[in-house]
């Protein structure tokens, strides 16, 4: 296991309603991503959170928001949900401030299902 | 932009055997790193092995080791004595230096045969 938790496992929604994702990271972990994995796909970039700012973004609408608390928790939110927003969204934990690369650990992910 | 891309989307191994996964990527960094991530049936995505693109020696981990062929952008797994636990899929990954993101490719879905 990551140390890396996620809530809740399983959520359906419908269409046009808002959701919201939580994680928890690894303690002493200053940065979370989040990536959205459609079925049969890879993980793609949503965006990432540096010390409870957005600090890079994938090519995803201004309908996905995301938040990062001080005590190691994040929020994914999601409006106005389509069809297509059903996937796989994971979180991953990390540290930065350093060069090269910043090990990221996955949490299990939450299975989002738009109707 | 990066891309990464995997032409095999399933594979099959015997146990004990060994199998090799494919990976080409694409891009024009000359700071990278490249990385196997494994992601068993609703578990947690969890790295395997990790290559840093400036080491001209492959990374091993145990029964895990890549052939990295930079000038090909290539970079395969090799599974060695393959091992019932090894079922899951496996994204090979991209990070550009200085980036925040890593670029998955599709996957592909490894199955062991007892």
């Known amino acids: 296991e990551t140390g890396v938790t996620q809530s809740p496992t399983h959520l359906i929604k419908t269409r046009g309603q808002q959701v919201t994702l939580r994680c928890s990271s690894q303690?002493?972990?200053?940065?979370v991503s989040w990536y959205q994995q459609a079925l049969g796909q890879g993980p793609q970039f949503i965006f990432q959170y540096y010390r409870e700012e957005e600090n890079g973004r994938g090519n995803f609408p201004p309908r996905f928001s995301g938040l990062q608390f001080p005590n190691y928790s994040s929020e994914l939110n999601v409006n106005a949900l389509e069809l297509d927003d059903s996937a796989l969204y994971l979180c991953?934990?990390?540290?930065?401030?350093?060069?090269?690369?910043?090990?990221?650990?996955f949490g299990p992910g939450t299975r989002l299902t738009v109707l | 932009a990066q891309t990464v891309t995997q032409s095999q989307p399933e594979m099959s191994v015997q146990e004990a055997e060994t199998v090799t996964l494919s990976c080409t990527y694409d891009t024009s960094e000359s700071d990278y790193y490249l990385f196997w991530y494994k992601q068993p049936p609703s578990r947690q995505m969890i790295l395997v092995i990790r290559q840093e693109a400036y080491k001209q020696q492959n990374a091993t981990e145990n029964r895990f080791s890549v052939n990295f062929q930079k000038a090909a952008k290539s970079f395969s797994l090799k599974i060695s004595d393959s091992q019932l636990g090894d079922a899951a899929m496996y994204f090979c990954?991209?990070?550009?230096?200085?980036?925040?993101?890593?670029?998955f490719g599709k996957g592909t879905k490894l199955t062991v045969n007892p």
């Open positions: 990954a991209y990070f550009a230096g200085g980036s925040e993101k890593l670029v």
């Open positions: 991953a934990s990390g540290t930065s401030g350093h060069q090269g690369y910043n090990e990221q650990f």
């Open positions: 303690s002493g972990h200053n940065t």
